[in-house]
C-alpha cells in the first residue's frame, strides 16, 4: 500500500542522476568586475533564482539538466537574490537588464549577448555563443 503512495516514477530518477552543474555563487559585487573580465575568455552565465518562488525552483532544475552539456565550456554563476539583493541590483544597473526572477543572463566580450526570464529562459541559444 505505501508503495502505491510513495512509489517514484522514472522523471524522479533521471533528475537524480543528472551530474550537478558546475555553479559559482555570485554573493559579491566585485565579482561582476572578474565576471565582465572573464566573459573575453569564454561564455559567463548568470542565474537569479528566488528561493521563494515556485517557478523559480522548476525552471532551475529543468535548466540545470539542459545546461550540463556546456559543463566546463561555460561559467555558471548562480545568485540568491533573496540573500544578495544589492548584488542582484548591480547585475541590473552594470549590465543594463531589467530585474526579473528567475533569470538568465549571457555575457560574452563584456558585452549581455542574450538574456531571459521564466520558462523563456530554457530557450535561449546558449551554444551559439560559445
Do not use: C, M, W
Given at each position: 500500500m505505501f508503495k502505491k503512495f510513495?512509489?517514484?516514477?522514472?522523471s524522479?530518477?533521471?533528475?537524480?542522476?543528472?551530474?550537478?552543474l558546475s555553479w559559482k555563487p555570485l554573493q559579491?559585487?566585485?565579482?561582476?568586475?572578474d565576471i565582465k573580465a572573464q566573459s573575453n575568455v569564454r561564455l559567463q552565465i548568470i542565474y537569479k533564482h528566488s528561493s521563494s518562488c515556485?517557478?523559480?525552483s522548476m525552471v532551475l532544475r529543468q535548466l540545470?539538466?539542459?545546461?550540463?552539456?556546456?559543463?566546463?565550456?561555460?561559467?555558471?554563476?548562480f545568485l540568491d537574490l533573496l540573500s544578495f539583493r544589492s548584488v542582484s541590483n548591480e547585475v541590473a544597473s552594470r549590465f543594463q537588464v531589467l530585474h526579473q526572477s528567475p533569470q538568465l543572463i549571457?555575457?560574452?566580450?563584456?558585452?549581455?549577448?542574450?538574456?531571459?526570464?521564466?520558462?523563456?529562459?530554457?530557450?535561449?541559444?546558449i551554444e551559439k555563443y560559445l
Open positions: 510513495f512509489k517514484t516514477n522514472d524522479d530518477k533521471e533528475i537524480k542522476n543528472v551530474p550537478a559579491s559585487e566585485a565579482q561582476l568586475e515556485g517557478i523559480s540545470e539538466k539542459s545546461l550540463i552539456e556546456f559543463n566546463g565550456r561555460a561559467d555558471f554563476y549571457l555575457l560574452k566580450n563584456d558585452t549581455v549577448v542574450a538574456h531571459d526570464s521564466h520558462y523563456d529562459l530554457l530557450q535561449l541559444p
